[in-house]
């Protein structure tokens, strides 16, 4: 520890221990997660919570640090699940910095590089997760966080097709799905499934009751499984519909679809080859959607090939 | 337990996730291994109703359907 605080009543001034002034270097903030806000001398510190998941421990620790340095003593919950602390000073960096640090919190980042990944509740205790999308977001946050790119680089986690993470809007999102497969000897005609299935993917026969299937309609959100009294319908196998270029702001583009079924183990090599050809084919400043649609899909692809094999979409 | 009658839950016109919560107390008063007959609309209530009731770990031991709804038999996990 280097510099402490001295309360004179009206603010608080950082002071060096050796006593040369404090240097904060203004171009380190933004890629640092300090945004700037209208008011004077006044930052937010976007913190990284990937997932938007905390520990309460944790939480209770940040509270006392946000009221401590907030100067309005409020915190804003983040487009991206992560918290923000509003009104802190940036002569107070150093030391809120420290003691975040203290307490196992990271500061989240901006600008040109892989963000802070988000996610919903997945399968950990969502009835309807497909996948251990938090696990997949602290995977993403622990190997690529930071990672530098032409531009920034969002990535989402879903569970399922309902896509409460918005993967549709994502640089590179992943969404849970599940491959149903139907075992005769043991379905009772019920017709739940064909109740259960909202695509119309399972029509049940007018007179067994048996499910007939349709698979281009099914969506693989595991519904019929669920439903099924008799364990006639299982699954088959669990992965992740991959899909890339999408983003939100001024000029909204929606992500194509470019694997199915991809594994939980191969995701961090999806991630890792698609960053490799961002920033071999994306120009400073253009987002990934866009250097696909001036390189071509076909050319991206190609590149990907080895990492998504057969779940490739054509 | 064979003299005594099977419980019945008219659930129709009850709406997610009240037909849902309303089947889960009743099942919480009965003993492990004991019946229920719901009755549930088609729509929401059997697409959500089923599968809230196999994650309690309960069994659906016969589904019929009668016109527009459904008479579901579940026996206590």
């Known amino acids: 520890m280097t510099d402490h605080f001295i309360e004179d009543k009206t603010h608080k001034v950082v002071v060096n221990l050796e006593g040369s002034a404090e240097k904060v270097d203004f171009n380190d903030l933004k890629s640092g997660g300090f945004i700037k806000q209208r008011q004077k001398d006044m930052f937010t510190v976007r913190l990284r919570c990937p997932g938007g998941r905390l520990a309460t421990e944790k939480l209770l620790e940040i509270s006392k640090i946000a009221h401590k340095y907030s100067k309005k003593g409020v915190v804003h919950f983040s487009f991206r699940q992560s918290l923000e602390i509003l009104y802190v000073d940036y002569k107070e960096f150093n030391a809120i910095v420290a003691e975040l640090e203290k307490i196992g919190q990271k500061v989240a980042s901006c600008g040109p590089r892989v963000r802070v990944p988000t996610a919903c509740g997945g399968c950990e205790y969502n009835p309807n997760g497909l996948t251990d999308t938090q696990g997949m977001a602290r995977m993403v946050d622990e190997k690529f966080f930071g990672t530098p790119t032409p531009h920034k680089f969002k990535t989402s986690f879903s569970g399922c097709p309902i896509d409460c993470a918005r993967t549709k809007e994502m640089d590179f999102g992943f969404q849970g799905v599940v491959d149903p497969t139907w075992e005769e000897p043991s379905c009772t005609g019920c017709t739940i499934c064909s109740e259960a299935c909202k695509e119309d993917a399972i029509v049940s026969d007018a007179d067994t009751g048996k499910p007939i299937f349709d698979p281009m309609k099914c969506i693989y959100c595991g519904d019929c499984i669920r439903a099924c009294p008799t364990e006639a319908w299982k699954p088959k196998r669990y992965g992740h519909i991959v899909r890339i270029g999408g983003k939100h702001g001024r000029h909204p583009m929606e992500a194509i679809e470019v694997c199915n079924f991809l594994s939980d183990e191969k995701v961090p090599d999806a991630i890792q080859k698609t960053i490799e050809w961002y920033n071999a084919n994306g120009k400073r400043g253009e987002r990934i959607g866009n250097a696909i649609k001036r390189v071509g899909l076909k050319n991206y692809l190609d590149f990907m090939r080895p990492v998504f094999g057969d779940g490739i979409k054509a | ?77």
């Open chain 2, 1 to 77: 337990m064979t003299d005594k009658k099977e419980a019945t839950l008219d659930l129709r016109g009850v709406m997610c996730p009240i037909n849902f919560v309303k089947t889960k107390l009743k099942l919480e008063m009965m003993e492990a291994g004991e019946v229920l007959e719901v009755v549930l609309d088609s729509g929401d209530p059997i697409q959500n109703v089923p599968k809230s009731i196999k994650e309690e770990g309960h069994k659906i031991i016969e589904v019929k359907k009668e016109g527009d709804y459904f008479r579901i038999r579940v026996q206590k996990g």
